[in-house]
């Protein structure tokens, strides 16, 4: 059996930005000292006088990259996503959330897979604050393929774009030629008639892995991948609950405010559906490796099949 390709998101960030650069000369790019985590240092590496190094001062960086806005270039304000929408929050959401200004964010180091880095740093609560900012586009990820294609479609949006990247290769699974990314549309993986699997992010994966179990106990699992979490892809949330009668969401982010609210927050109103809500308990994280990490909070596929099991 071939070995199965894994990239970090981080990665396909700094790779797209770099491919981008060179059809979109207003694309600037800023780092609070952290381009080589970021991987923004493909970028400054490519085009060094559109880089610009903002040092450990990220809400500064905010400002500057709204400011940029206003002159008519795309700055993309690089830096962990606990920086960008934790310490710099007041600074998104008035300076260019209120606005409405063309800056894209690109938070790596996202969610519990930070690893060893620990609680301070896994921030499982960015996907939640930055849907409250008015306007605001949320996108986060499967793999490489989608991740390059959500730069690229942050470029094309007009308005402000958080991208949420990770640190841990994870793997490769559109890379097929039916692949296509539409911002605020969700993607069928998987049809099933039993229950419902919506998935973010690296989670994507663990629930193809947990529908493939499923299958073994005759339940078809039809399996969808989010990847724009704001605007959600509404239409498509709301028929497969009525298919299936039954809807699991699965995020590495908080069980508060991200995936699992968005769409309860949908079925709530449109379809009352339901709901298991698997990812961060409402508890901090810890130091340790991120596959160890992964696995203790039942987001891995065995993880995530023996919740949905259980709950079943």
């Given at each position: 059996?071939?070995?199965i390709?894994?990239?970090?998101?981080?990665?396909s960030?700094?790779?797209a930005?770099?491919q981008l650069?060179?059809?979109?000369?207003?694309i600037v790019?800023?780092d609070a000292?952290l381009?080589?985590?970021?991987?923004?240092?493909?970028f400054?590496?490519?085009?060094?006088?559109?880089?610009i190094?903002c040092?450990?001062?990220?809400?500064n960086?905010?400002g500057i990259?709204?400011?940029?806005a206003t002159?008519?270039?795309i700055?993309?304000m690089?830096t962990?996503?606990?920086?960008a929408?934790?310490?710099?929050?007041?600074q998104?959401?008035?300076s260019i959330?209120?606005?409405?200004?063309?800056v894209?964010?690109g938070?790596?180091?996202?969610g519990i897979?930070?690893?060893?880095?620990?609680?301070?740093?896994?921030?499982n609560e960015?996907m939640?604050?930055m849907?409250?900012?008015?306007?605001?586009?949320v996108?986060?990820?499967s793999?490489?393929i989608?991740?390059?294609?959500a730069v690229?479609?942050a470029?094309?949006?007009q308005?402000?774009v958080y991208?949420r990247?990770?640190r841990l290769?994870?793997?490769v699974i559109?890379?097929?030629?039916?692949?296509a990314?539409?911002l605020g549309k969700?993607?069928v993986l998987?049809e099933?008639?039993d229950?419902?699997l919506?998935a973010t992010?690296l989670c994507?994966n663990?629930?193809?892995?947990?529908a493939?179990e499923?299958?073994k106990?005759?339940?078809?699992?039809?399996?969808?991948?989010?990847h724009?979490?704001?605007p959600?892809d509404e239409?498509?949330v709301?028929?497969a609950?009525k298919e299936?009668g039954k809807?699991?969401?699965i995020?590495?982010h908080?069980?508060?405010?991200?995936?699992g609210?968005?769409?309860c927050?949908?079925?709530?109103?449109?379809?009352?559906t339901?709901?298991?809500k698997i990812?961060i308990?409402d508890v901090f994280g810890e130091?340790?490796?991120?596959a160890?990490?992964?696995?203790?909070?039942?987001?891995d596929?065995?993880?995530?099949?023996e919740?949905?099991?259980?709950w079943?």
């Open positions: 059996m071939p070995e390709k894994k990239i970090a998101t981080r990665e960030y700094g790779n930005l770099a650069g060179k059809e979109y000369d207003k790019v800023l000292d381009a080589g985590a970021t991987k923004t240092s493909i400054k590496k490519a085009f060094p006088k559109r880089h190094d040092g450990i001062a990220e809400c960086m905010a990259a709204a400011g940029l002159t008519g270039k700055p993309f690089s962990f996503a606990m920086f929408a934790g310490r710099a929050y007041e998104v959401r008035n959330g209120y606005p409405q200004l063309n894209k964010i938070a790596t180091h996202a897979s930070v690893g060893e880095d620990g609680a301070t740093h896994q921030c960015d939640a604050l849907r409250t900012i008015p306007g605001m586009v996108i986060n990820p793999d490489d989608e991740a390059r294609a690229r479609a470029v094309s949006h308005g402000p991208l990247f990770g290769a994870t793997p559109n890379d097929h030629p039916g692949y990314f539409t969700g993607i998987r099933g008639k229950i419902t919506i992010g994507v663990s629930a193809l892995e947990a493939k499923l299958k106990e005759n339940i078809e699992a039809k399996v969808i991948n989010i724009t979490i704001k959600l239409e498509l709301v028929a609950a299936t809807v699991v969401t995020e590495e908080s069980i508060i405010g991200g995936l609210s968005a769409v927050d949908v079925l709530c109103e449109k379809a009352p339901p709901v298991l990812g308990q130091s340790g490796p991120a160890s990490l992964i696995q203790k909070y039942k987001l596929g065995p993880g995530v099949y919740q949905v099991k259980d079943i």
